[in-house]
């Protein structure tokens, strides 16, 4: 098991496990604060959470149909495990890039962008509703201009909070949306892969045995609904649920795989 304190390598991939809980989380405090961007003609970087505020995602697409080319993000929402796990990396000398103090990042609103094709998008972007705010400090970053972000910050630090509770119950913590040292420290302490102890939406697809269960029948009429053809919604993740499942992951843009993990999930509106 490793703790969030301990990850060495930069990328925040290494905390996957833990965010998609923290995801959850927050979509049970604030429901669909953030949607997938991931059927968007983009190039995904390493680590890239493919989530921002719909304002965002929006103002994205029109700039993405301007520019009629895809488009590599490098950097979306970070949640604040992720920016704790840079910082603790920063601190320990291990990164030399920019890192805001957890829980003040602009990434973790779900409103700002890092593009790798910065410097030939860079007007197309400003006249889409975007903000080219730090300059050549940190070239990449854009933030979406909407007045229509919100804050999810301390309700994204509250999710934390209360997903700590869960796994932790003889180690309680205030759920006050503030990130003081105590906060921090659990999330410096908490286990890379998520806490095994916290029950968590399981990944559904075809295996041997069958899934079955009311989430799989969720699932399925959510593809019904969603306008993919199925015969029978009978909360058996069988053959001609996988069909569904990879129809409906076309018509999204997504590689036909047939596993319901969080971006699927997600674009189900299932969360
Ligand atoms: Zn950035």
């Known amino acids: 098991m490793v703790l969030v304190k301990e990850i060495t390598a930069g990328s925040t991939i290494a905390v996957r496990g833990l965010d998609l809980q923290l995801f959850w989380q927050l979509n049970q405090l604030v429901p669909n604060s953030l949607v997938s961007i991931s059927d968007l003609n983009i190039n995904k970087g390493e680590g890239l959470f493919p989530y921002c505020q719909l304002p965002a995602r929006n103002a994205l697409e029109a700039a993405l149909r301007a520019y ?3 488009l590599t993000i490098n950097s979306a929402y970070r949640s604040v495990i992720a920016q704790a796990m840079l910082y603790s990396q920063k601190q320990r000398g291990l990164i030399d890039n920019l890192v805001g103090y957890p829980g003040k990042s602009d990434h973790q609103k779900g409103g700002s962008l890092d593009i790798e094709e910065w410097a030939k998008v860079k007007s197309l972007m400003t006249s889409h509703g975007w903000r080219w705010t730090y300059g050549d400090k940190d070239p990449m970053h854009f933030d979406c201009t909407s007045n229509e972000i919100k804050d999810i910050r301390p309700n994204s630090i509250k999710a934390f909070q209360k997903l700590w ?6 180690k309680q913590i205030a759920e006050d949306g503030d990130l003081g040292e105590k906060t921090l420290n659990c999330i410096y302490n908490s286990p890379a892969e998520g806490f095994s102890n916290v029950e968590y939406p399981r990944v559904l697809k075809l295996t041997s045995p069958l899934q079955q269960g009311k989430d799989v029948g969720e699932m399925q009429l959510a593809l019904r ?3 993919i053809e199925l ?4 909360q058996v993740f069988d053959q ?3 069909q569904a499942v990879k129809a409906f992951q076309q018509s999204k843009g997504l590689s036909p795989d047939g596993v319901v993990g969080e ?7 299932l969360n």
Do not use: F
Not at 165 to 170: M, Q, R
Not at 263 to 269: D, N
């Open 225 to 227: 609904k969603a306008n």
């Open 165 to 170: 509770n869960k796994a932790n119950p003889n």
């Open 240 to 242: 001609a649920t996988e």
């Open 263 to 269: 971006e699927t999930r997600s674009l189900l509106q």
């Open 231 to 234: 015969q029978q919604a009978n």
């Open 68 to 70: 009629a080319k895809p």
